[in-house]
């Protein structure tokens, strides 16, 4: 007897999205942007390791979740670049002169 199971959601995948997404805003908080970083580098971890696990088990896991997992890890991706870019204007004194 073969019993097929339902897709489940793929672990951590609305969690990358929101990271992804929070780093974003945070980049540009001029007291937020090692926040940024630190949220950007967890999305693209957990974006990473979500991907991994799901090629390994191929449908096993829903698309949409796939697809957030894709999502959060290109968003914190581009909150990673944008805050580390803003720390460093932020640090040599870029903006204030």
């Known amino acids: 007897m073969n019993i097929e199971k339902a897709p489940v959601r793929l672990p951590l995948s609305t969690v990358t ?8 805003p945070f980049a540009f908080a001029r007291h937020l942007v090692s926040l940024a970083v630190v949220l ?7 974006g990473v390791w979500g991907r991994r696990r799901a090629a390994r088990h191929l449908l096993r896991y829903t698309d949409t979740s796939i697809r957030h997992a894709r999502t959060g890890q290109w968003i914190g991706t581009a909150g990673l670049v944008l805050s580390l870019v803003m720390w460093v204007l932020w640090r040599t004194n870029i903006l204030l002169q």
Request: glycine share 14%.
């Open 17 to 24: 999205l929101v990271f992804g997404a929070l780093s974003l």
């Open 40 to 46: 950007g580098v967890l999305a693209v971890v957990f």
